[in-house]
């Protein structure tokens, strides 16, 4: 099993629509969770980081956190086509010294 | 400010050369972590490194090593290069070690081993 799983998809929306993007992990001592979104040929760009459970606002992203389901997922509202490209999931311990990423999903939108 | 800087941006090796990579956290930052990044990969953790000292290393070969200056800048380096050395090598910066802090990423230096 995989520390961290992600859809590897192609995602596909059209665009203004809604696009979900999951994530699951394996680690129980998982504290700090971290999404990156990453243009082909760039490097990862950080766009949000959840620490507690619930839900964490900013701009047109949402991201969601449930530790006893292991999951944590990103929304991306009004998506753009801009806004294509893979998005990484990313989990630490809080007093851990790495990031363990998932493979990232790869987001289509459509205008 | 200037963010992550890394050099150089791509490099092309040939097999059993080594390579030193470079990389300036964000002023301020004292932690510098370094991840490999295959195609189609998520990033993989090297090292990490904070107030010179090593914190972290991954499930890399000794081929690989590391270290941090004391203006906190960073060099990777990698002996004896093997053609599955080729990828995408991200330096991140950090405020501190602990698993809450936000880390950035430079550029990154594409290898290539030939």
């Known amino acids: 099993q995989k520390e961290v799983e992600q859809n590897s998809g192609p995602l596909s929306v059209p665009e203004g629509a809604i696009a979900s993007l999951n994530c699951t992990y394996s680690?129980?001592?998982?504290?700090?969770f971290f999404w990156y979104r990453q243009y082909s040929g760039k490097s990862p760009e950080l766009i949000m980081s959840?620490?507690?459970?619930g839900d964490k606002e900013d701009g047109r992203f949402t991201a969601q956190l449930n530790k006893a389901s292991q999951y944590v997922s990103l929304l991306i509202r009004d998506s753009q086509p801009s806004d294509s490209a893979t998005y990484l999931c990313?989990?630490?311990?809080?007093?851990?010294?790495?990031?363990?990423f998932g493979a990232g999903t790869i987001l289509r939108v459509k205008s | 400010d200037a963010g992550v800087t890394q050099s150089p941006t791509h490099l092309i090796k040939t097999r059993g050369q080594h390579v030193t990579l470079r990389c300036s956290p964000i002023s301020g930052h004292k932690s510098v972590s370094w991840y490999q990044q295959v195609l189609g990969q998520g990033p993989q953790f090297i090292f990490q490194?904070?107030?010179?000292?090593?914190?972290g290393r991954g499930n890399f070969p000794d081929r690989f090593s590391a270290r941090q200056f004391p203006n906190y800048s960073s060099e990777l380096n990698v002996n004896a290069l093997l053609l599955g050395d080729s990828a995408l090598y991200l330096c991140a910066s950090s405020l501190r070690t602990q698993g809450d802090t936000e880390a950035f990423f430079g550029q990154g230096t594409r290898l290539t081993v030939v």
């Open positions: 680690d129980r001592v998982s504290q700090s």
């Open positions: 990313a989990v630490s311990r809080i007093y851990g010294n790495k990031l363990v």
């Open positions: 959840i620490y507690s459970n």
């Open positions: 490194y904070y107030e010179k000292e090593e914190r």
